[in-house]
């Protein structure tokens, strides 16, 4: 069982950054491939970035490679999405999400989730 807490949302105006953490809880942290995801009113949750449990292999969605960075600590069994460049295209209720196995940017396969923290970027 993993417990996900997501951190770091607010306002923030395009072109300026923030960073998003996700704290989880278990000894088994580093077993997990994380992602983040996002979804915004009236669409369906979109998948981001993926890290793999090392930390060694990084993924991103076409629409933010370039401007954002997953990271994660697994002695602190926390992971990081770093977002720069932001734009009002990136609102969004970003979530974390936790799967064992290898990367998939299907939510559905992502079997634990956070409660999710919210992005706002205004023009």
């Known amino acids: 069982q993993v417990q996900l807490v997501e951190s770091g949302g607010g306002l923030v105006q395009a072109g300026g950054s923030l960073r998003l953490s996700c704290a989880a809880s278990?000894?088994?942290?580093?077993?997990?491939?994380m992602g983040w995801f996002r979804q915004a009113p009236g669409k369906g949750r979109e998948f981001v970035a993926g890290?793999?449990?090392?930390?060694?292999?990084?993924y991103y969605a076409d629409s933010v490679k370039g401007r954002f960075t997953i990271s994660r600590d697994n002695a602190e069994n926390t992971v990081y999405l770093q977002m720069n460049s932001l734009k009002p295209g990136d609102t969004a209720v970003y979530y974390c999400?936790?799967?064992?196995?290898?990367?998939?940017?299907?939510?559905?396969?992502?079997?634990?989730w956070g409660q999710g923290t919210q992005l706002t970027v205004s023009s």
């Open positions: 278990g000894r088994t942290f580093s077993m997990y491939t």
């Open positions: 890290i793999s449990s090392s930390g060694h292999f990084t």
């Open positions: 999400a936790a799967k064992g196995g290898t990367y998939t940017q299907v939510a559905r396969d992502y079997l634990y």
